[in-house]
């Protein structure tokens, strides 16, 4: 008769024991501290957490001050977020802890970091800076951290720090003097952002972030656009997943400028854009597939700026704005086979053949082509007014807007106050003229 072998059990312990072996182990390997995400600023506690948060701030006996409780309230609203999943990158450099309008924490976070990895509330893989290369700090939070934190879907939430931002050219964050231009800004993105924050925004059911910012570069007359970020923000989606949004359990509606850009440059030269601005240019059999190429082909003679350009050499040097403009068209026809065939069935090869017919189709604005800064940002900055201007209205009336630069979602309901706004506020700032809105 024969027998089965018998398999020797293993304790349940020391399965347990091996499993969490090979996580630590996981955790201090490049594939893990290569996810990180970079700490958020942004981030703070629900009134429950704060206070778990705050009963576990006075066990760890770290000094009771004010700068000390909000560096802990973030730290903590940032590890429990992702409940260790990822690591966090956070810098252990005083210098990177300077009180700004970007960042109300100080460099005594640092110390709060070191209390909670001795005390074994957290796990750290220290950074490290060479000449040739600089790594942040990672940072994740352990069992005995998070057993103080119940799992809560709101757990956390957003609130900006600063809404209205100044970049360099190199995208860093610029301080600055406040003026009533930013006062104003900043005061009707704080009243936007409290409607959108009560409001109950989702899309799959998934809650989204709904916070607007305004980013400036270089100066307050260049850009300005409204932006968001965080997990799950919704200019991160398509329009086909905007459309899922609900707000308060409703139906949403989007509603957005058609060639926004082309009708303000008509409009600056006193002038009513009544056609299509990419279509016209040339006589397409099949214009939908080859509209939305046109389209990025004129933005890009819109916002060419000159650069400087290495090869692998190391030979360096200058190709101008329209060269620029040029070569960007050509990438995108270079990967668009089926709009490539189209325009060579008419004889267009090259993308300096796309620059002159948009030329020819628009003299009245062509002086306005690949002028970098002078035409991009500034166009961007009017287009950004308008925007600011209509989510106020909304804001204003305690109604939900959500912003994507040129085009606006609001609940189904307010579909024709929408479109009645967004014609009177182009209107107003433009003179008078009209842009379509579809």
């Known amino acids: 008769m024969r027998t089965s072998k018998k398999v020797p059990s293993i304790p349940r312990g020391a399965v347990l024991a091996n499993a969490l072996r090979e996580l630590a182990e996981y955790r201090q390997s490049p594939a ?21 948060a705050a009963a576990l701030f006075k066990l760890c006996g770290i000094t009771n001050r004010k700068e000390n409780r909000l560096s802990f309230e973030v730290l ?18 005083r210098n990177h802890w300077k009180i700004s309008r970007y960042n109300k924490l100080g460099g005594g976070i640092i110390k709060i970091v070191n209390v909670l990895h001795t005390d074994g509330y957290i796990e750290m893989r220290k950074g490290y800076y060479y000449a040739d290369e600089r790594r942040e700090t990672r940072i994740w939070a352990l069992d005995k951290f998070l057993h103080h934190f119940p799992r809560l879907s709101d757990g956390v939430v957003y609130k900006p720090t600063e809404v209205v ?20 800004i900043r005061a009707i993105l704080k009243q936007a952002n409290d409607v959108n924050g009560k409001a109950d925004i989702r899309c799959y059911n998934d809650q989204l972030v709904a916070f607007l910012f305004a980013i400036f570069q270089e100066e307050f007359s260049l850009y300005g656009r409204l932006h968001t970020r965080g997990y799950r923000h919704y200019q991160g989606f398509g329009k086909d997943e905007r459309a899922d ?10 509603l957005d400028f058609s060639a926004l850009h082309p009708h303000l440059l008509y409009a600056k030269e006193g002038l009513q854009l009544s056609r299509d601005p990419y279509l016209g240019i040339l006589p397409i059999q099949d214009p939908d597939d080859v509209r939305d190429f046109l389209k990025e082909a004129l933005l890009s003679l819109l916002n060419a700026s000159g650069r400087y350009i290495t090869n692998e050499s190391g030979k360096q ?16 026809l270079g990967f668009n086979a089926d709009v490539r065939n189209q325009l060579k069935a008419i004889g267009i090869t090259r993308a ?7 030329k020819e189709a628009h003299t009245p604005i062509a002086h306005h082509f690949c002028q970098g800064k002078k035409t991009g940002m500034q166009i961007m ?7 600011l201007d209509i989510v106020n209205h909304f804001a204003k009336k305690n109604i939900p807007i959500l912003a994507i630069h040129d085009s606006f979602i609001v609940q189904a309901r307010h579909e024709k106050e929408l479109r009645n706004v967004m014609e009177l506020i182009y209107s107003k700032h433009t003179k008078g003229f009209t842009c379509p809105i579809k």
Not at 245 to 252: A, L, M
Not at 326 to 332: T, V
């Open 32 to 52: 893990w501290l290569n996810n990180s995400i970079p700490f958020n600023h942004d981030l703070r506690l629900t009134d429950g957490n704060k206070s778990k």
């Open 76 to 93: 903590t609203a940032n590890l429990i977020e992702k409940r260790g999943k990822r690591p966090i990158a956070i810098s252990l450099n």
């Open 165 to 184: 931002e100044l970049r360099d050219a190199k995208k860093k964050l610029i301080d600055y003097r406040d003026t009533s231009k930013t006062n104003k």
């Open 245 to 254: 949004i609900t707000i308060n359990g409703d139906p949403v509606v989007e």
């Open 317 to 332: 040097w200058y190709m101008t704005a329209a060269q620029v403009a040029q070569a960007g068209i050509n990438e995108r």
């Open 352 to 358: 300096c053949q796309i620059i002159e017919k948009f």
């Open 381 to 387: 900055n009017l287009d950004a007014r308008i925007a």
